[in-house]
């Protein structure tokens, strides 16, 4: 096989790429090369009349059996998947690789808020990558300056930091807090650099965020994680008291209604609590609402239900409809404590993203659209209520808006596998025995009618289970 070899001298390179490519029968393709006997490399060669790379690879076309074989040759195991291939989506309806419709009340773990290819979202996208996708935070953009100010005008924050995910957010804001102490307290050798996190939480799986985890079976293949952090029972103010120390407690993280968890909401009392604790002991209080937040609860905010508000407060799963978003809000006093070079993101708040997320939050955003969350989250634990309330099995059926939680006393798992052999995807959560409701916020009630119809006939598989 004849090649030319294009060499990484600038030079050389410009001269060939100004040869007319469009009207040569030459192409472009990659050479595998052996150096040393060791695995191929490639590197890129101009080729004369040699055959298209392989694709064999490819998954188009493909069937669910011979993709997941695929993807279990090719991927890193860290996923029990569900058997099923999506290929597309439209609104709360799912699509496979053999053509079979699911009804989603999943929304990508409540990420989906405006269903699947909403028409302003896919234009926001395409009209932004038209013109601009990323330039990184050396420079200014105008849409995340604009997707900035609209999370400061609608909620408690000043300031705003953006990240690519909720664990990110997580760990800006574990680095905030502990910047924060250092810089108000600057004659205190030691300052606070402790935490407090909660039973049946999740923050994240990065280190730092890990360690805000309460969750064992997270935590220990990884330890010794980042140390500090104190477990304390989720809504047990005087534990928590007990817990929080002037001088030693850095910041408090708790999620106004946990997900991962299993659906547990906090009270009143007890967030009114936090805050009073945190302020008495000059410790911040961090809301987690990356699962919670952005229109779920039919609250803007879901700490808005309850009228108290955090220092800092981070955010990511709704905020750009599907694309990777994290963002982490603060007040002025705690960014004052922030300067240039504390923390940065390559990715984080690019233009792309941040024009999708604009179109997000201001359709979310809207009173009329939180109303219609809030109305169909009552109807659908109402007629949940009353179709599987009087099962033996259901322990509780809880839950804001359109976060709502199914306890059971058995293992959720045959449930799960019975109602997406009947075309609905749900989710768990909690130790395994919560059925976990997180449907696009722009789902109908119609829709939500047929999600209890499902689950309600596929209800006698938990008997079956049992007897077993």
Same mark, same amino acid.
């Given at each position: ?246 001088? #030693?407690?850095?910041?408090? @993280?708790? /999620?106004?209604? =946990?997900?991962?968890? %299993?659906?547990? +909401?906090?009270? !009143? &009392? ?104 809030? #109305?169909?989250?009552?109807? @659908?634990? /109402?007629?949940? =209520?009353?179709?599987? %309330?009087?099962? +033996?099995?259901? !322990? &509780? ?72």
């Amino acid at each position: 096989m004849n090649s030319i070899h294009i060499s990484s001298n600038s030079t050389v390179f410009h001269s060939l790429t100004h040869h007319r490519w469009l009207s040569s029968p030459y192409q472009l393709y990659p050479q595998v090369i052996k150096i040393n006997g060791r695995k191929p490399l490639t590197t890129s060669c101009l080729n004369i009349d040699v055959k298209a790379p392989d694709s064999s690879r490819k998954v188009t076309g493909q069937n669910s059996k011979g993709v997941m074989e695929l993807e279990g040759k090719v991927m890193v195991g860290t996923y029990g998947r569900e058997p099923v291939v999506l290929v597309s989506g439209k609104g709360c309806k799912l699509y496979d690789v053999e053509g079979r419709e699911y009804l989603d009340m999943t929304s990508g773990i409540a990420v989906n808020a405006l269903g699947h290819c909403d028409p302003d979202w896919v234009k926001a996208v395409v009209d932004q990558a038209h013109v601009l996708t990323h330039v990184s935070n050396v420079y200014y953009s105008v849409p995340q300056v604009e997707l900035a100010k609209h999370l400061v005008d609608c909620s408690f924050a000043d300031r705003v930091f953006f990240t690519n995910s909720g664990t990110e957010a997580n760990e800006a804001a574990i680095k905030f807090a502990r910047k924060f102490q250092r810089h108000s307290n600057p004659d205190v050798k030691d300052p606070a650099t402790e935490f407090i996190s909660f039973t049946n939480s999740f923050h994240g799986r990065t280190m730092g965020a890990l360690a805000l985890t309460s969750k064992e079976q997270y935590r220990s293949p990884f330890e010794p994680v980042m140390p500090g952090v104190t477990f304390v029972e989720y809504g047990n103010i005087k534990a928590t008291q007990e817990s929080i120390r002037h001088g #030693k407690t850095a910041a408090v @993280f708790v /999620e106004p209604i =946990q997900g991962e968890g %299993g659906i547990h +909401s906090a009270t !009143k &009392e007890f967030l009114e609590f936090l805050r009073t604790a945190c302020d008495d002991a000059g410790a911040l209080l961090v809301f987690d609402e990356v699962q919670c937040g952005l229109g779920r609860t039919g609250y803007l905010w879901a700490h808005e239900a309850y009228g108290i508000f955090p220092d800092i407060m981070t955010l990511a799963k709704p905020l750009a409809g599907g694309l990777p978003i994290g963002a982490t809000l603060v007040t002025e006093r705690v960014a004052s404590s922030i300067n240039y070079g504390d923390h940065g993101s390559t990715f984080a708040g690019g233009s792309l993203v941040c024009n999708a997320a604009l179109t997000v939050l201001e359709k979310i955003s809207k009173p009329e659209f939180l109303a219609s969350v809030s #109305k169909k989250g009552l109807y @659908f634990k /109402e007629i949940l =209520q009353q179709k599987l %309330g009087g099962n +033996s099995h259901v !322990k &509780e059926i809880r839950g804001l808006g359109l976060i709502i939680g199914i306890e059971l006393d058995v293992p959720a798992s045959p449930l799960i596998y019975a109602c997406r052999n009947s075309g609905l995807l749900v989710l768990t959560a909690g130790k395994g025995n919560v059925v976990r409701l997180v449907p696009p916020l722009t789902v109908t009630e119609q829709e939500l009618r047929l999600a209890a119809d499902i689950l309600q006939n596929a209800m006698p598989v938990l008997d079956e289970n049992n007897s077993e």
